[in-house]
């Protein structure tokens, strides 16, 4: 968010001549919802009836149809009763941990993270575990790695957090991998909580589900990747038997239900195929455009782009003054991976391609030409 604040400030103080700044630094795609959200929206809301509060799960019919969803993408059946409609997938991770575990409990994750997942279990009073991961794993947390915390005084932790594709590296796990950790998980006791939001944006091969391997596993997915829905705030769970009473609970308490109307965009949102299409299409290319650029500009050292739509590159000092000397010489946005890893991230920038395709060109242009103070 300070790289947003100061992209900002250098867009409000330039003059005429001046490049405006490449935004780089956020995963918000440019496309906007579907036109077939859209206008089941603008249906809604000029409809008679009120936009009220449905079901604390969700309205039954994006229910079934996220459930047919996985039938058709994955193969896997899903009844709509293991269905919670959430406020994005922050809601889906708050409610996921408070009934999943107790204060005081202990929760893996691979590092580089999503920061919310860490600051979300802090403010809930548990305790992040951080597995350091590296390009030898496409960072991403192994088998090997939760059985060598067995053997440690505190022993295996009471859950795990998976995200393929991944934020920041853009890694995916394949389906064995993910089969392994849902297993692994499984017969051990530790509650596995899988985050597919950037399931569709995968560049190499097909996803895989945690859905498919577990039955105690659970899974957090949104609309905003994938479907462009960013502030239409609608996710939804996947959950195992056993947690369906506790997250209906807390969802009445906590949220009532997800917004009604964004319920309604998103079930036709489903029926966008051929406009998500071309998105994925645009994607691809603004992922070639950087590739090409940050290996031109001697930034050859980036993580698999397996997945998601960011690039993860080594750096070669710095990647606070790196970040401030692409906003400053070429005017270009870009995330530090201190915001992903206090620990290893001072190396390593994230480079967000989701934007328009002229400024992945842009961007590419000023990367291959400019050079930085300092570097």
Not at 56 to 71: D, M
Request: charged share 20%; glycine share 8%.
């Amino acid at each position: 968010m300070e790289v947003v604040k100061r992209a900002n400030a250098r867009d409000a103080a330039r003059t005429p001549g001046d490049p405006r700044v490449i935004r780089l630094e956020v995963g918000q795609p440019a496309t906007g919802a579907p036109a077939t959200a859209v206008r089941a929206a603008a249906a809604a809301l000029s409809a008679a009836a009120p936009m009220g509060y449905t079901e604390a799960f969700g309205l039954v019919s994006l229910r079934r149809r996220i459930g047919r969803h996985y039938r058709d993408t994955y193969a896997v059946t899903v009844e709509a009763e293991r269905i919670a409609v959430s406020t994005g997938a922050s809601g889906g991770f708050l409610l996921a941990f408070l009934a999943a575990f107790d204060p005081g409990d202990r929760v893996a994750m691979a590092s580089p993270y999503y920061p919310p997942y860490a600051n979300i279990l802090h403010a809930l009073g548990m305790r992040p575990v951080v597995l350091p991961c590296g390009p030898e794993t496409r960072f991403q947390p192994t088998v090997a790695m939760l059985e060598a915390l067995a053997e440690t005084p505190d022993g295996l932790p009471d859950g795990l957090i998976v995200a393929s594709p991944c934020n920041p590296a853009g890694t995916t796990l394949s389906a064995g991998e993910l089969a392994a950790l849902a297993r692994f998980c499984h017969d051990n006791g530790v509650r596995l909580i899988s985050d597919e939001i950037y399931h569709g944006l995968n560049w190499s091969e097909k996803p895989a589900t945690a859905a498919a391997f577990s039955p105690s596993a659970v899974v957090i997915n949104s609309f905003s990747k994938y479907w462009s829905m960013t502030g239409w705030r609608i996710g939804w769970l996947v959950l195992p038997d056993d947690l369906r009473a506790p997250v209906s609970r807390l969802k009445q308490n906590l949220f009532i239900s997800a917004p009604h109307v964004s319920q309604v965009a998103a079930e036709a949102a489903f029926e966008a195929g051929d406009e998500i299409a071309r998105t994925l299409a645009i994607y691809r290319r603004n992922r070639a455009h950087l590739l090409d650029a940050l290996s031109a500009a001697g930034l050859d050292d980036v993580a698999p782009a397996q997945g998601a739509f960011y690039l993860y590159a080594r750096t070669p000092d710095d990647s606070t003054r790196f970040c401030d000397r692409l906003l400053n010489d070429l005017s270009i946005a870009a995330t530090p991976g201190i915001d992903f890893d206090p620990e290893r991230g001072h190396r390593y920038v994230r480079f967000s391609f989701c934007g328009p395709e002229a400024d992945m060109i842009e961007a590419a242009h000023r990367l291959r030409a400019g050079t930085m103070r300092g570097a």
